[in-house]
Nanobody
Framework: QVQLVESGGGLVQAGGSLRLSCAAS????????MGWFRQAPGKERKFVTG????????TYVDSVKGRFTISRDNAKNTVYLQMNSLQPEDTAVYYC????????????WGQGTQVTVSS
């Protein structure tokens, strides 16, 4: 199994920045990719961005392109999400997830961290 622990959420004004971190432990050698998802109140959890663990290939949803940056530190088994130019619509619980090489999709999840952007 892989355990994921997020940190870095909080309250920020519109236009501000936050940096989320997600530390992985356990069977980290099995990780193919890691990603961030978010769930706004009353809505489904949705993919935001992902990065492959080996090559560092990144993917973003259109709504965050140019504002969010995902990165990883393989030595620390940690993935980061730098969020700039935050807007109220970015308010959500942000979840870190990992994708094992033997799985068809993301299969391990963190507990989530709240990001609130005030207008």
């Amino acid at each position: 199994q892989v355990q994921l622990v997020e940190s870095g959420g909080g309250l920020v004004q519109a236009g501000g920045s936050l940096r989320l971190s997600c530390a992985a432990s356990g069977r980290t050698f099995s990780i193919y990719a890691m990603g961030w998802f978010r769930q706004a109140p009353g809505k489904e959890r949705k993919f935001v961005t992902g990065i492959t663990w080996s090559a560092g290939t990144t993917t973003y949803v259109d709504s965050v392109k140019g504002r969010f940056t995902i990165s990883r530190d393989n030595a620390k088994n940690t993935v980061y999400l730098q969020m700039n130019s935050l807007q109220p619509e970015d308010t959500a619980v942000y979840y870190c997830a990992s994708w094992s090489g033997s799985s068809a999709t993301y299969d391990y999840w963190g507990q989530g961290t709240q990001v609130t952007v005030s207008s």
